[in-house]
């Protein structure tokens, strides 16, 4: 079992920056991917950016491309998502979720994900 914590989440303006963090626990070797979700109301829930955990090969949504970087620190089993030049539309619950599977593509639907956090809010103003 691999356990997730997000963290980071807030209220912010259109244009500001937010930190998410997502502590992984348990059994964190068989983790291969890590990805950001979002889901808005009303709407299905999407995947925002992945990374490899051990090679750091990212994914990106093209909605994001140039404004969220995602990152991971294996010392402290821990991904981020930097998110800058909020928009309102990035407004969301966004989650937390690891697979355990080795792929050779990137997989957006959360159907590939075993593990997942609790998620956090994040609302951008506008």
């Known amino acids: 079992q691999v356990q997730l914590e997000e963290s980071g989440g807030g209220l912010v303006q259109a244009g500001g920056s937010l930190r998410l963090s997502c502590a992984a626990s348990g059994r964190t070797p068989s983790m291969a991917t890590m990805g950001w979700f979002r889901q808005a109301p009303g709407k299905e829930r999407e995947i925002v950016s992945a990374i490899r955990w051990g090679g750091g090969s990212t994914y990106y949504t093209d909605s994001v491309k140039g404004r969220f970087t995602i990152s991971r620190d294996n010392a402290k089993n821990t991904v981020y998502l930097q998110m800058n030049s909020l928009k309102p539309e990035d407004t969301a619950v966004y989650y937390c979720?690891?697979?355990?599977?080795?792929?050779?593509?990137?997989?957006?639907?959360?159907?590939?994900?075993?593990?997942w956090g609790q998620g956090t809010q994040v609302t951008v103003s506008s």
């Open positions: 979720a690891a697979d355990t599977r080795y792929r050779s593509g990137w997989y957006s639907s959360p159907n590939a994900y075993v593990y």
